[in-house]
């Protein structure tokens, strides 16, 4: 009779086999805080995450977006009316970037008119102030595509 024995988890010193990392998306990040903006662009990309395209207000991103396409768009809405307003021209393909691609929001705060704009925009994730380095993480980690999955227009 043999015995059967349940695998053993490995020591914690034993290499672990993960996938290949994704390559870094390009990301427009608009924030107007420098500090915020700074800490932002610098966990992304020491995580590896994104390569952000830093500007300081949203009238720079409806230049930039019409000039060049990006992977993601993670926007501060200080601006509100016209980070809503440039959300709705990339939606509607007046822009470089295609129509789908991920966007994600860093807001003060957010009452139930501005959510249901946001849902219908199509943003994926919400960061409300003050938030966590984690938030960030996992804000830009859900605007990576899949691989197969291209948001750049043609």
Known sequence: MALIHAPQPLPPHAPQVHAPAAPPIDLLLVEPQFLLRRTVAAVARDMRLANPREIT????????VSLQAFDALFLSLDEEVAALELMSRVRNGHTKCLPKVPIAVMAAACDTPLALRLKHLEVRRLLLRPFKVKGVLDA????????????RAA
């Open 57 to 64: 207000t949203i009238e720079q991103a409806g230049s930039l």
């Open 140 to 151: 830009i980690a859900a605007l990576r595509p899949a691989p197969a999955e291209s948001h």
